[in-house]
């Protein structure tokens, strides 16, 4: 019989959801899937899960309260959800455990990092710092993981018309901390700024990211592609055929376009481990839309607060300064549309090449498959009491 494998995906933005249906799609006919999340990344799941996977929506632990719950599983592999770990754990199940990890920089920052028992292994997506947090990760394997991304070399997708492409990428804004009716005007102060570069150079733009999006009133602007929460290969596919991708700083898109050789600009942090990722890809040379004078006032106000007030923070900061948070955004688009706009882009694309080249390239999902079919799980062991 077949390995049972329950896939536990953060209910934040869609990075985890898209690692969790890559993961999925990587076990096919090894094991059986279930991926388990809530709100907008089930949905996102339920879109775009390969056939024969199952999936259920709720609240980790009240979803699985006991051990009797759990026994329908031989493995968990979760996916940024480290209350779900603590859980499996209190169960007796560290060694049918699996974390990956995407934001260990960030988490080192905000929370204590590592778990009361080694559990089957941990594997930490790599970017600055990542590495010198491993000593802290308390598993029987931990490994340093290149990122997870669909995108292959080559990827392209025929832009609309014909046209020149611009990407605008807002995935991973909405959470329990921020929904949508906070972030619609932020949003539309970037499709705004956006469309209107996008027309002064005679390009087209495809937006990407949100199923929300389908409600902006950019909808039928002419040039611009509404696509909304399309499958993660498809993202690959816009991105490649663009010449710039324009996101927020989370922990998927970016990599797409490092691995497909797309310049990147940053849009404004709209969540705390984005704050992270703005603050160091700027510092390495990335381009990011914040005016400079402005960008120290962001930082000083967001982290002001603990992690969990920080989300709020940067939106907030978002709807009261929108021409300070793209201030920066017209001049880099000129520099690399322009006609003589080469060596700029020459000049972008060598920073995000030398990022890109310093990551491991020590593949998640190889780790996973290695693990799962040498026998790795380990046994059931009785919760400690009181645990």
Not at 48 to 67: L, Y
Not at 177 to 198: F, H, R
Not at 260 to 268: A, D, H
Request: with cysteine.
């Amino acid at each position: 019989m077949s390995l049972r494998v329950l896939i536990v995906a953060a209910p934040f933005g869609f990075g985890p959801a898209a690692k969790a249906l890559l993961i999925a799609d990587a076990l096919a006919g090894v094991a059986e899937v279930t991926i388990f999340s809530n709100r907008d990344a089930l949905r996102f799941v339920n879109r775009f899960k390969p056939p024969g996977v199952v999936s259920r929506e709720g609240v980790f632990h009240a979803a699985f309260p006991d051990q009797p719950a759990l026994s329908a599983f031989d493995c968990f592999i979760s996916i940024n959800n480290e209350p779900a770990v603590h859980h499996l754990i209190a169960h007796g199940l560290q060694a049918r455990t699996i974390f990956v990890d995407s934001i260990l920089p960030w988490r080192s920052m905000n929370s204590p990092v590592g778990f009361r028992e080694p559990i089957l292994a941990y594997l930490v997506q790599d970017f600055p710092g990542a590495a010198a947090g491993l000593h802290r990760c308390h598993a029987l394997t931990v490994e340093l993981t290149a990122p997870m991304v669909w995108a292959q070399p080559g990827t392209a997708r025929p832009p609309p018309k014909g046209m020149g492409s611009i990407t605008l990428h807002v995935g991973g804004v909405t959470s329990p901390l921020v929904g949508w009716d906070m972030l619609k005007q932020p949003i539309a102060n970037i499709l705004e700024c956006t469309a209107g570069q996008t027309s002064r150079f005679l390009r087209s733009l495809s937006v990407i990211g949100s199923r929300h999006l389908a409600s902006m009133d950019l909808v039928s602007t002419d040039g611009v592609e509404m696509l909304g929460d399309i499958s993660p290969p498809e993202t690959a596919a816009v991105i490649g055929a663009s010449e710039v991708l324009v996101t927020t700083p989370g922990i998927g898109a970016i990599y797409e376009a490092l691995v497909l050789g797309v310049p990147v600009i940053l849009l404004p942090p709209m969540n705390s481990t984005q704050l992270l990722q703005y603050v160091v890809l700027t510092q390495r040379g990335f381009l990011g839309s914040i005016g400079g004078p402005s960008r120290a006032d962001m930082l000083r106000v967001a982290r002001s607060v603990p992690w969990d007030q920080q989300t709020g923070r940067c939106v907030e900061w978002l709807r009261r300064n929108p021409a300070d948070a793209l201030a920066a955004l017209p001049g880099h688009l000129a520099q690399l549309l322009s006609t003589d706009g080469g060596s700029a882009r020459a000049g972008v694309l060598a920073v995000q090449q030398a990022f890109k080249s310093e990551l491991s390239r020590n593949s998640a999902v190889d780790v996973i498959r290695r693990l799962l079919s040498k026998g790795s799980i380990g046994p059931i062991t009785p919760p400690k009491v009181g645990g």
